[in-house]
């Protein structure tokens, strides 16, 4: 079993993106940028740079390539 993350944040899976931007766009928070490295298929990839995410999940709905975001939400604190 995964251990719960410890902040909200997302992971790409290179091989998987086609650089098309669409959740970079739909981020209200700046977390992702188009790279310089290019994977397998010729594509400048997304990446996760900035460190802000609230694990929305708008750029997973947004992807239209399937499994290519993965979105981590921090559990809530009890209070
Ligand atoms: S989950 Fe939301 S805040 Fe986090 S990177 Fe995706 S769109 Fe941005
Ligand atoms: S929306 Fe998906 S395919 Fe497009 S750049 Fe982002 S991760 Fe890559």
Do not use: W
């Not at 992971?11 to 669409?22: D, H, L, Y």
């Not at 700046?30 to 397998?40: M, P």
């Not at 400048?44 to 939400?73: M, S």
């Amino acid at each position: 079993m995964k251990e719960p993350a410890a902040k909200n944040y997302i992971e790409i899976n290179p091989q998987r993106c086609k650089g098309c931007a669409a959740c970079i766009v739909a981020c209200p928070h700046d977390c992702l940028e188009i790279g310089s490295e290019i994977n397998t298929m010729g594509y400048q990839f997304a990446r996760f740079a900035v460190q802000k995410c609230i694990a929305c999940g708008l750029c997973f709905y947004t992807c239209p390539e399937f499994g290519a975001i993965t979105v981590y939400r921090k559990p809530r604190q009890k209070s």
